[in-house]
């Protein structure tokens, strides 16, 4: 196991704070509170559960404070008009309580003193069902409100009421069900991680948000009939796999025992679910739905912990790079940096394993020089790609949407269907293909695609391997000039696969390809589970993290990679024992107190050594961010080999624009820009400062 050095200044002023804050950050903010402090001249309206822009659900936690010597109990408040009295005193000087029955749009609150001084704040409210900042919405859209436990929807967004159910930890370390009206015997105690010993009892909600189902699990009072265990911690798992279906699909289960015996509140949206929802921006939003509901319902949040394998290590990644305050810590286990920069080895993988078997196969029977050109430990982990992902760039193949295929997209029979792939799911966010890339079905269509932002233009595929004298120059000449790509209907073409420049814009602008920038403000706790065949899941990726990291931000400070020995390689994550510590050690960090260090960083990668990908075969540097890469002259004398005449005519016809100059910046390259609405369109637009009260009357 590696840890890295945690005690960083900057990191653990950072760390510190964040343990320290009793308000949550949802909405990237902490609490949104007025330019005048309290104790100031004025009043001042501040809304508790999120930005006021970003309210959803027809309701908002608010307080009113009071300058000194006022009293908050002669404070009038309106809402559009009309006055309230959902607010309470919570001392003399400030009203606080949940406002309800907002409108969907703008909504004036005014808080108005007897001798006339008073604030103002409009607080926009949007539909519980979304969006918030997501943009528009995909359709069609099936309601599966029965895989989250809940009933019919009421309409199309999926709304229904929420229900409650409560479960209890037996003796036997099993989840059942419990019943208030008529107890079990000797229901077991836990003692939470603030000393309290509670019986196991746990409430579970359930209910619709974002057209998503989503759960809620906390320890319960029974007698009180409210969490007085609950830590105000709160973690949010995150669902594996990456897939984009056009339906609600089931959250992760929230009986956690590591999280919930300690007394943190568990709680998540099948959204959050990368193997149902593959839209980054649509994840963060319906994290920032549930922790508004959160605060609303049942407290202020302290802090808030992500995990998940896989792509749920991809939908904290991105959350973190996106929206910064919405996850304080992240655990992210068999981890991708991101979902784009993944796709290029699944890409690659396809691509290279098509050639081998079908356009050259006479040329590559020694499987170590397929190897060396894949970068993997072996050839089994591009199989492993081609088996379980590159099926992903089918827009024809129904399973990608879980939609019956009679609505899916088809070329000829269907044009106007439903195209099953990740850049048609993301056209929110992404946009569409410009005119100068359409090909027939678009100009009969009369609009673009999806857009693909990858790129294979100016790729040299085992360029290492040459260099290395592993593959020959006639191989890797046959190679580059036949190996093609795919067209945006996943048809194979001689052509390599051009990005359209705006969209790779676009992915580094909104976070899509994980910015470094904002995961160093986080502590990340990379879980690597050692597998290194017939795999996915290869440590490279967490390397490629840790390089982001270096050389980008100048260190990596807040990352600790713990590298372990799977039960079961072909899913490697860590034990429960191991997971614990992990989460414990997450904890900790969070409150600023210390943290294990259990073996020297420069033994890590001895025992464990990580391979590489096609990509950085083909000389990309490790941290694996450049999905479209600037050109370079293609010049005879950059090689320590010699071609015939006739490979370099090949590699001057693969390559007429140049190849890749992997010392440059990728094309278009630059910060993310965070906390985006994409309600104005794709590409998003910032949504700037939070709305403040505005004070009046002296």
Known sequence: MEASRIAHRRRTALLTALATTLVALAGGLATVRA??????????????????????????????????????????????????????????????????????????????????????????????????????????????????????????????????????????????????????????????????????????????????????????????????????????????????HYGSGAPTSVTDDTALSRGFLVADNSLNVQGQNANGVVSAEAVMMLKERIIEQYGAIRYTIGNGCSGGAIQQNLLVSMYPGLLDGIQPNCSFSDMLTTGLDVLDCHLLLNYFDNTSPSMWGDEAQRAAVDGHKDSSDCAAWEALFAGAFDPTKASNCNLPQSEVYDPKTNPKGVRCTIPDYLVSVLGRRPKSFWGTVEKQLGHGFGQL????????????????????????????????????????????????????????????IADPRQWANVPIIDLRGYSESSE??????????????????????????????????????????????????????????????????????????AYSTPRLEAGEPLRNDNVKCRLKPLVRTDYTVTFTDAEWAQLQKAFPAGV??????????????????????????????????????G
């Open 536 to 609: 996915i899941h290869t440590s490279v990726y967490t390397y490629a993290s840790r390089a982001r990291l270096d050389d980008v931000v100048g260190n990596h400070d807040n990352q600790i990679i713990w590298t372990f020995d799977p039960a079961v390689p072909i899913a490697p994550t860590p034990t429960s024992e191991l997971a614990a510590k992990a989460f414990d050690l997450m904890d900790r960090w969070l409150t600023a107190i210390a943290a294990d260090q259990e073996l020297p960083a420069s033994s890590c990668t001895t025992v464990y050594p």
């Open 660 to 697: 890749c100059d992997w010392s440059k910046p990728a094309v278009e390259q630059r910060p993310a820009a965070t906390w985006l609405t994409y309600a104005t369109g794709p590409g998003g637009t910032s949504l700037g400062a939070a709305p403040v009260s505005v004070p009046f009357g």
């Open 453 to 512: 932002p990858l790129d294979t233009v100016g790729v040299q595929y085992g360029l290492r391997a040459l260099q290395s004298g592993t593959i020959s120059p006639a191989q890797f000449a046959d190679l580059n000039a036949k190996i093609g790509a795919i067209t945006i209907d996943d048809v194979f073409t001689s052509r390599r696969l051009k990005a359209v420049p705006a969209g790779v814009a676009t992915v580094y602008r909104t976070g899509l």
């Open 35 to 244: 330019t005048a402090a309290p104790g100031g001249g004025s009043v001042t309206i501040e809304v508790l559960s999120n930005r006021a822009d970003l309210i959803s659900g027809g309701d908002a936690l608010t307080r009113v404070t009071v300058p000194a010597g006022a009293d908050a109990v002669h404070v009038v408040v309106t809402v559009n008009g009309q006055r309230v009295s959902a607010l309470k005193a919570d001392g003399t000087r400030s009203l606080t309580g949940l406002l309800t029955g907002l409108r969907n749009g703008r909504n004036v609150v005014r808080a108005v003193l007897p001798d006339g001084r008073g604030a103002r704040l409009t607080i926009t409210n949007h539909p519980s069902g979304g969006p918030v900042f997501a943009g528009p919405q995909v359709h069609p859209w099936i309601c599966d409100n029965a895989s989250g436990g809940n009933g019919a929807a009421k309409d199309a967004k999926c709304d229904t009421t929420p229900t409650y159910e409560y479960q209890y930890r037996d003796a036997s370390g099993t989840f059942e069900s419990y019943d208030p009206n008529n107890p079990p015997p000797n229901v077991p105690t836990t003692t939470t991680d603030q000393g309290k010993t509670v019986p196991y009892i746990v409430r579970i909600e359930q209910g619709t948000m974002d057209r998503g189902n989503y759960l809620i699990g906390v320890l319960w009072d029974i007698k009180a009939n409210r969490p007085t265990a609950w830590n105000h911690k709160l973690l949010v798992p995150f669902g594996a796999s990456t897939a984009v």
